[in-house]
């Protein structure tokens, strides 16, 4: 009796401990999402500031004057603190906005609005926001989509261009792994790229993987079958996780992944309901009307608008929905934004025959440069120098100095070898078609993390602390709007298994790492 007594009173205590940490984990796991929730705002917030120029330099620097960053409802009295980023929240956002008017209009030059029109390194989304909240690490990552070569180009009707389209990704699969271990060798990257072309065609699918469900596909028109998702490659012979992510190497090295070179969410045409009428073709007329249904804000959000659940459980603001997204237009397209291109995409855009190696190696020396004016002027402004002080000490990450980047094509000159007399007129034709200064899509990855950092000491630019970790991604397109900037999810929120980190353009003459603390 004794001993079944004592069974039943282990089994109830270990039902109690586990009923303890499922309740435990469960209360962690909300209190990560209305932080990443948070971010989550800031962020999309200063991408589209961003395109208006009214986004602050400093990038979160909102959340220092108590500006738009606020915490959530519930979310600073189960945390035990937070406190310093202010209660503005939207009402702040007029406030903000006027204030960036004005100093717009003091700007005789018009500077501010030519670079809102630019984007590079330099600008507030890209900039990580690093930050503690209580017992809670929040960390955030942009990356622009439109650095990236598109993968959509493989499906092009047109022979010559699908050839041409072949040879960049080819040449940008061999570029992305050299001076790796690992590196892909020419023929390596042609069977890959083949095996992506075999995939993207309908016919070559299989009772294993078959064709998906699609209501745009059309067995008689479609000859190809463009991927859902660039982790959908993962599926390719050839194409292994090690070689599809990021992987940090010994040495503060990272090898970069496909991930970082390559795209499916810019497309090279965009017809809008201005440019095609809705019942051309000959078919049956469309009713515009049950067009804009369909696409109305209430239809099938599976949410309202304020709030809307994806599929990884995270509840997140949506913007406007679908409605209106017919009428807008892609500005950029297919261009590659030279500014934030990876090593591998510049050097694999053009043959070697055109663009030899070392031209490709004077541009990304000129836009690792220091911009000796953009400094000067930093250096005369007090309140910027107090203002990046302030970060430095609360976020715990130090700014470097500001980068030269290309505020339009013309730009290009200033880099030995890329005159017009240096280079042949169909090379700067082709450079003119396929590269730009403006991005319009990004990835935006948050991390969030409960971990304390008594006790951590950084070793290294990409050791992680320990600890639970929730990493979320979501792909948004910021188009332009009559009435604004919209903000368009392309994918929703959903986890990612890695943590992203921007790879230099010379990892090798990275300064050895010093800790970076917090005051």
Known sequence: TLFIVIALITQLSIGAEVLYQASNNRATELQMNLVARTSAQELIGLIRDDANGEASEGGFSSALSG??????????????????????????????????DEAEGDDPEGEGEEDANV?????????PMRMQLGDFEMTTFVDDENAKYSLVMLAEKDPEERDTAVERTVRILDALRDD???????????????????????DSRSVDWPRPPRLSFDEEEHETLLLNSLEELMLIEGVTPALFYDQV?????????????????????????GEVSLDD?????????????????????????????NNAGNVVDGEGGMKGVLDLASSVGIKININTAPRAVVEGLFPTYELPPVKTEALLEWRNEV?????????????????????ESIFGVNENEPKKFFKTLADLANVPGFNSEDLEPETEG????????????????????????????????????????????????????????????????????????????FQRDLPSFEAQKYE
């Not at 040495?251 to 809008?272: C, N």
């Not at 990855?445 to 304390?452: A, F, H, L």
């Open 371 to 391: 911009d000796e004016d953009a400094l000067a002027e930093r250096q005369d402004n007090e309140e910027d120098l107090e203002n990046i002080e302030l970060r």
């Open 249 to 273: 190497r010994d040495g503060d090295r990272i090898a970069p992944g496909i991930e970082s070179v390559f795209t499916v969410y810019t497309l090279p045409k965009f017809t809008t309901a």
């Open 430 to 505: 082709e450079i003119q078609e396929l590269l730009g200064v403006q991005s319009e899509i990004f990835s935006i990855y948050i991390y969030v993390r409960r971990s304390s950092l008594e006790g951590f000491e950084q070793e290294s630019y990409y050791h992680e602390p320990p600890g639970t970790v929730l990493r979320l991604k979501a792909v948004i397109w910021r188009a332009p709007a009559e009435d604004g900037t919209k903000i368009v999810y392309l994918r929703d929120w959903h986890r990612v298994p890695y943590t992203r980190w921007r790879i230099p353009d």
């Open 67 to 100: 500006g738009a960053m606020s915490m959530p409802e519930g979310l600073a009295d189960g945390m035990g603190g937070g406190g310093g980023f202010g209660g503005g929240g939207q009402g702040d956002a007029e406030g903000d906005e006027a204030e960036g």
């Open 281 to 309: 073709g000959g078919g049956e007329g469309i009713d515009e009307e049950q067009v804009d249904e369909a696409l109305s804000d209430d239809a099938s959000t599976g949410g309202s608008e304020e709030e809307i659940t």
């Open 180 to 202: 790796f271990d690992d590196d892909l060798s020419e023929s390596d990257a042609r069977i890959i790229v083949d095996e992506i072309i075999r995939w993207m065609n309908p």
């Open 119 to 127: 984007d590079s390194f330099e600008d507030a989304w890209a900039r």
